[in-house]
């Protein structure tokens, strides 16, 4: 299908193009942005027109954390229903960890999910193996295998390992491949709370996560990576504390990147109100000076991505008492519109706002090209080639954007969402505000898999 865009503000935070242009995909590919074209671009005509006045295109945004709750709770979410809100919300790639039922610690159910996912044509996928077999933290899972399978990454989900040695060797192995490891840091035995230790936990009789939980995992895994030399990238960093030992550690010059969930970014342990199991989360919800921490760093690009933490739970789990509730919240629908919100209140430019939703993770998946490059013979063809046109617009390379207009606004009304999962703490009964800009169009492969107007 050929397709021209028209008079939107085309923004590519890769190449910091910010221009009011045409763009044309020809056969999958983007043959033409303004006056910028390929040889292709000749004797181009439209199959479908999209007038993008007063719009921004952008390239596809890229969620390194969603879960897609198949295989194993299909009655909490499905491939097709996550992947219709993915595409809902802009995001035209994910992450997807590897606490799944069965969980990825083997090549076949890899496979699977692969081929599920890609049959839905509606985002593209890459699944994290798991770094140990059955998530126990035990014996390690063979990566090089997972990783011929199709996985981008290694790590733990919500599971810690409690034996160093155990971590340190996993580590190794993954070094040795330049594999990057994933890892929430979280200590176990202190972070088996229901919510952030503080006044509002004790106000409530809530058993609480201190912050150490976190700093000490970071100082056990910073240490860690030092002998070993792996690649790190840590998920959904919560507290001030956290955020200061990454910025030494960066400063130092350990290969580590991370992110940050909407969640944390904009609500606090207050949000929680009358035990709203709705705000049970984890990480858990922290105080004010750990939002504005995280506020502040994501924009100084200590925290390097903002992600969706997508975490669909059926109603039944959610009904129970806070403290039983299923942790997890639906997001990847409301995404692109907390980072617009965080960018406005932090008053950045387009540019750096979808920076973190685009290119930055972006990044990140592009470092597995060049582990696979260095064995053309066994790497994966969709991995070796992660990186064509990811987060970014470019001549040449496979289009993958999203057309959304940055001045309308939608309030949260869980019925309204394409996820199966109907409980977010951005809400409207929840006294959610309104979020700024609404996806119009998504393109994947060059073909238009989401329009407003029709949903």
């Keep these: 299908m050929n397709i021209l865009i028209k008079n939107g503000r085309v923004i590519d935070p890769s190449s910091s193009f910010d221009q009011v242009c045409d763009v044309l995909i020809k056969d999958s590919i983007v043959v033409q942005v303004g006056s910028r074209s390929l040889n292709s ?85 890459h699944p994290l193996g798991a770094l140990t077999k059955g998530l126990k933290g035990e014996a390690l899972t063979e990566m090089f295998e997972l990783f ?62 201190s912050v150490a939980a976190e700093t000490i995992a970071l100082n056990t895994i910073f240490a860690l990576m030092r002998g070993t030399g792996v690649k790190v990238h840590l998920c959904r960093i919560s507290s ?40 049970r989360l984890t990480p858990p919800l922290r105080q004010q000076n750990d939002r504005t921490a995280l506020q502040r760093a994501l924009m100084e690009g200590v925290i390097d991505v903002l992600v969706s933490d997508h975490n669909p739970v059926e109603g039944d789990l959610k009904a129970l008492p806070f403290a039983q509730a299923e942790p997890g919240a639906t997001g990847v629908e409301l995404l692109l ?43 994966p063809k969709e991995i070796s080639h992660i990186s064509e046109g990811l987060g970014e617009i470019k001549l040449g390379c496979v289009a993958d954007l999203c057309v959304f207009d940055p001045k309308a606004t939608w309030m949260v009304h869980p019925d309204k969402l394409k996820s199966q999962g109907k409980f977010t703490p951005f809400a409207f009964d929840m006294g959610g505000t309104a979020m700024p800009g609404l996806v119009m169009h998504t393109i994947l492969n060059g073909e238009l898999v989401y329009s407003h107007a029709e949903n």
């Excluded at 009655?75 to 809100?85: Q, T």
């Design 41 to 125: 671009a000749q004797d181009f005509k439209a199959d479908l027109v999209v007038d993008a006045s007063q719009c921004i295109v952008s390239p596809g945004l890229v969620d390194l954390t969603a879960r897609l709750r198949e295989p194993g709770y299909e009655h909490e979410g499905m491939l097709e229903s996550e992947l219709k809100a993915s595409v809902a919300g802009g995001v035209t790639t994910l992450v997807c960890p590897p606490d799944t039922d069965p969980i990825l610690d083997e090549p076949g159910l890899v496979d699977m999910l692969k081929f599920r996912a890609g049959k839905t044509n509606l985002a593209k996928v």
């Design 148 to 209: 011929q399978a199709g996985c981008i990454g290694f790590g733990q989900a919500e599971s810690s390992i409690c034996n160093t040695q155990v971590l340190q060797r996993a580590m190794q192995y993954a070094a040795t491949y330049g594999f990057c490891v994933w890892l929430r840091p979280q200590d176990f035995f202190l972070g088996q709370g229901v919510a952030a230790s503080g006044a509002l936990a004790t106000r409530l009789g809530l058993s609480g996560v």
């Design 240 to 279: 001030a504390a956290g955020v200061n030992l990454i910025r030494a550690a960066k400063e130092e010059g350990l290969p580590v990147t991370c992110d940050v969930s909407i969640n944390s970014l904009h609500l606090i342990d207050q949000d929680i109100g009358y035990f709203d199991s709705r705000a």
């Design 337 to 379: 519109s907390l980072a617009l919100k965080w960018g406005g209140e932090q008053k950045l430019s387009m540019l750096d706002t979808l920076r973190v939703v685009t290119q930055n993770p972006a990044k990140i998946l592009n470092a597995v090209k060049h582990t696979a490059s260095s064995d053309e013979m066994t790497a």
